[in-house]
């Protein structure tokens, strides 16, 4: 049956198209600058097809997991469990970035000329917000307004609320939990569809970038743009890695197998929202509990942005040495513990990397805006390898919670990961929980009550 399964999946001749079409956007990007500049709606279009269905994603996911879990308590201690690591994991990447980016110091010897001046200063946003403006945003004006404004932290918000409402309502709120269900089949199927514009997107997305930036960019920052690849290669493989092997007992190079799909996604459109809904669905299917998923995917996409703690320590270090005002120390761990607060200030913000690396040294450090000029040629190469990082972070940090919470079916993981039970890529759905019948011999999971509406016996 399982054989069987692959076998019906179409899908895979999508994702070859996805590399076909990076490869052509690339080619195209260098031989017609002018014209790729011009085919960047396409990958724009297309991510927004994507962040669409967010919202209604996590609320089906976030409702159908807390509104049939007995306990409320169990729901807190996911969430103070994963705030907790998230905190440390931020700072660890911040810390990794400031030992990378002294040992390199790529800024030394860059002219800073007038137009990478204003280039500099365009970049200060005016939608970043400080930390009291982000916190009172997460409450929406109404109910209806968390979906249409597309605000994640709002929708998660609402959906606790709806969540421990049904959990309360008990046997009178099954009704509601089976209706919220069907909602999220057809969401789902919704986001199957739109996934064949995947490659669509992902030409015009790479060709813009590869259009406007060239390679003269990339030759003369070429020293940061590697460091800072080779940072986040580091920080997931060895950090990340270890953590996962020590607690969960994974390869990390299996998970990844499993996700390699969302990670060509995010490099083709460089974009780890465009990834969000899939690696709610993946996570979910791989054993981790409906709860853990919901709140722990969400809320890491607004707090768990390790690739883009590690790009403003090394972008900030970066530019200090370029204008000949180095940091010390102090002056960086400072500097480098606002940004990280500044950083949940400007979450969603388009382009937040750079945004709020430049709001940020706009308040703390007003005398090295004009550096930020420097980074803005190579910036769109670099959010890519940001966002790898952020959407490994986030996927490493749902089996950690769901393990440390012990909401995670262990035998189902080995199951997946083994391929004995392939993800339904039509309705990126588990009707079940075992839509793909095991081998012979092979264990089957039993159904547990964090699934979502009581399965029927």
């Known amino acids: 049956m399982a054989t069987g399964a692959v076998r019906r999946d179409r899908t895979h001749y999508l994702y070859f198209a996805v590399i076909i079409a990076v490869v052509l956007g690339i080619v195209v990007g260098l031989a017609a600058p002018e014209f790729a500049v011009e085919l960047k709606p396409l990958g724009t279009g297309f991510v927004n097809l994507i962040k669409m269905m967010i919202s209604p994603i996590i609320f089906c996911t976030i409702v159908l997991g807390i509104g049939s879990v007995r306990k409320a308590a169990k729901v807190g201690a996911v969430g103070g469990i994963a705030l907790g690591y998230f905190l440390v994991m931020s700072m660890v990447a911040l810390g990794i970035g400031l030992v990378v980016g002294n040992i390199l110091q790529p800024g030394e010897g860059l002219a800073l000329t007038d137009a990478v001046k204003d280039a500099g200063q365009s970049q200060v946003s005016a939608e970043a917000k400080d930390t009291t403006e982000f916190l009172l945003g997460i409450i929406p004006t109404t109910i209806i307004s968390a979906f249409t404004e597309g605000e994640v932290l709002q929708t998660l918000l609402v959906a606790l609320l709806a969540g421990f409402a049904l959990q309360a309502m008990g046997s009178a709120g099954q009704p509601v939990l089976r209706g919220v269900e069907h909602i999220q089949r057809l969401v789902f199927r919704i986001l199957a569809m739109v996934m064949w514009a995947a490659p669509i997107g992902a030409f015009g997305a790479i060709a813009a970038v590869t259009g406007s930036a060239g390679l003269d960019a990339l030759k003369s920052l070429a020293v940061l743009m590697l460091g800072f690849y080779v940072t986040c290669f580091l920080f997931v493989f060895i950090v990340l890695g270890t953590l996962l092997r020590v607690v969960a ?20 459109t460089s974009s780890s929202e465009s990834a969000l809904p899939r690696l709610i669905a993946k996570m979910e299917h791989l054993g981790v509990s409906k709860p853990v998923v919901g709140i722990t995917v969400p809320t ?17 270090l970066f530019i200090a040495d370029a204008m000949g005002n180095p940091m010390s120390i102090g002056e960086q761990i400072a500097l480098l513990l606002f940004l990280f607060v500044a950083s949940k200030g400007a979450a969603g913000v388009t382009g937040a990397g750079l945004a709020t690396l430049a709001g940020g ?4 450090r007003p005398e090295l805006v004009d550096g930020v000029g420097l980074i803005v040629g190579i910036d769109r190469f670099m959010s890519e390898a940001r966002a790898l990082t952020n959407f490994a972070g986030n996927a490493v940090a749902t089996v950690l919670v769901g393990t440390w919470t012990k909401e995670i079916d262990k035998s189902r993981v080995d199951e997946v990961l083994a391929g004995r039970f392939p993800f339904d890529e039509k309705t990126l759905l588990d009707d079940t ?3 793909a019948a095991p081998e012979a011999g092979a264990e089957v999971p039993e159904p547990r009550e964090d699934d979502g509406v009581p399965v029927k016996v």
């Open 361 to 364: 040294l706009q308040s703390h």
């Open 249 to 268: 007992g994974l390869n990390i190079f299996t998970l990844f197998k499993y996700l390699g799909r969302e990670f060509l996604l995010i490099l083709s």
């Open 300 to 316: 890491g996409y607004s707090f768990n942005l390790d690739g883009t703690m590690i790009y403003m320590t090394m972008a900030s």
């Open 433 to 435: 929980r075992g839509d």
